[in-house]
């Protein structure tokens, strides 16, 4: 599991700032693997550009376009 530079780690989740600058900008969509999930980035200039722990970043502005297209529950197939 990686360790976020902010953030209180629990041994169950990560408690986060709120706000679009935090790690995972203003989306978590969790998947079926703990600590993996599709969010949001505060820094979108680095996206596909550095390295990620598993996580499928967005931008915040393509992460608020997600959370309209997809609901929970929603199936996700990753290829």
Same mark, same amino acid.
């Given at each position: 599991?990686?360790?976020?530079?902010?953030?209180?780690?629990?041994?169950?989740?990560?408690?986060?700032?709120?706000?679009?600058?935090?790690?995972?900008?203003?989306?978590?969509?969790?998947?079926?693997?703990?600590?993996?999930?599709?969010?949001?980035?505060?820094?979108?200039?680095?996206?596909?550009?550095?390295?990620?722990?598993?996580?499928?970043?967005?931008?915040?502005?393509?992460?608020?376009?997600?959370?309209?297209? &997809?609901?929970?529950?929603?199936? &996700?197939?990753?290829?």
């Amino acid at each position: 599991m990686c360790r976020l530079p902010r953030g209180e780690h629990t041994d169950d989740f990560h408690n986060l700032p709120p706000g679009p600058n935090n790690p995972v900008g203003i989306l978590w969509a969790g998947l079926n693997r703990p600590g993996i999930g599709i969010h949001g980035s505060p820094a979108p200039d680095t996206i596909g550009r550095a390295r990620s722990h598993g996580c499928i970043r967005l931008s915040n502005w393509d992460a608020a376009t997600f959370y309209t297209l &997809v609901g929970k529950g929603t199936a &996700v197939t990753i290829r």
